[in-house]
Each structure stands twice: as structure tokens, then as C-alpha cells.
Nanobody, 123 residues
């Protein structure tokens, strides 16, 4: 089992940057694909980024490609989401999640996820 705790959210202005962190506990983290998905009121859940267990493969939704970067540090059991050029439409609760395979992570099929961190971008 994996426990995930997100941090780093907040209220920023359009164009600003934030870095979200996700601390994982549990012995399977380094073998797991990871992802970030977001949920905004009235909108469907969206997978914004995913990363393979060793970081060799990454995926980004079209809506964030070129602005967001996912990375991981297996030695620290942590995955990150660097968000640059934030837009008001990026406002959502962001969740860190864990999956058995990279393909499942890309497809939004997760086994565990955290409690989420709010990101609010004002115009």
C-alpha cells in the first residue's frame, strides 16, 4: 500500500509558477508509475501528467504541455509537478496518484491517491 500527501498549492496570479510535491510512503513507490490529475468544480477529472517508475517516460495533457513538468526522486519517495505560466483555467484541486503501470497512469487508472491540494489562479 502507498500513502500520498500533496503540498505546494496556493493562490497565485496568472503567469506565476508553483511546484507541487507529493510525498509517498510505502515500499512500492519506486516501482510505481505516478501521475497528477486535477478536478475542478463542474468539470471532468483530467490527468495532467504521468511518469514511469524510472522517469524515462512522461506524459502531459495537451492543456498543460510546455508549461508543466513532472519529475520524481525515488530516493526521496517524492514526485513533483512544476507548473509555469499558470492560467485561470488551471484552477482545480490537484491530486497525486499511484498506478501499477505507466500506461494505466496515463489513462487515469490509479490504485491510490492523496487528499489533494488546491491551486487557484486569479486573472
Amino acid at each position: 500500500q502507498v500513502q500520498l500527501v500533496e503540498s505546494g498549492g496556493g493562490l497565485v496570479q496568472a503567469g506565476d509558477s508553483l511546484r507541487l510535491s507529493c510525498a509517498a510512503s510505502g515500499r512500492t513507490f519506486s516501482n510505481s508509475a505516478m501521475g497528477w490529475f486535477r478536478q475542478a468544480p463542474g468539470k471532468e477529472r483530467e490527468v495532467v501528467a504521468a511518469i514511469s517508475w524510472n522517469g524515462d517516460y512522461t506524459y502531459y495533457a495537451d492543456s498543460v504541455a510546455g508549461r508543466f513538468t513532472i519529475s520524481r526522486d525515488n530516493a526521496k519517495n517524492t514526485v513533483y509537478l512544476q507548473m509555469n505560466g499558470l492560467k485561470p483555467e488551471d484552477t482545480a484541486v490537484y491530486y497525486c496518484a499511484c498506478s501499477g503501470t505507466y500506461q494505466r497512469a496515463r489513462g487515469g487508472r490509479y490504485d491510490y491517491w492523496g487528499q489533494g491540494t488546491q491551486v487557484t489562479v486569479s486573472s
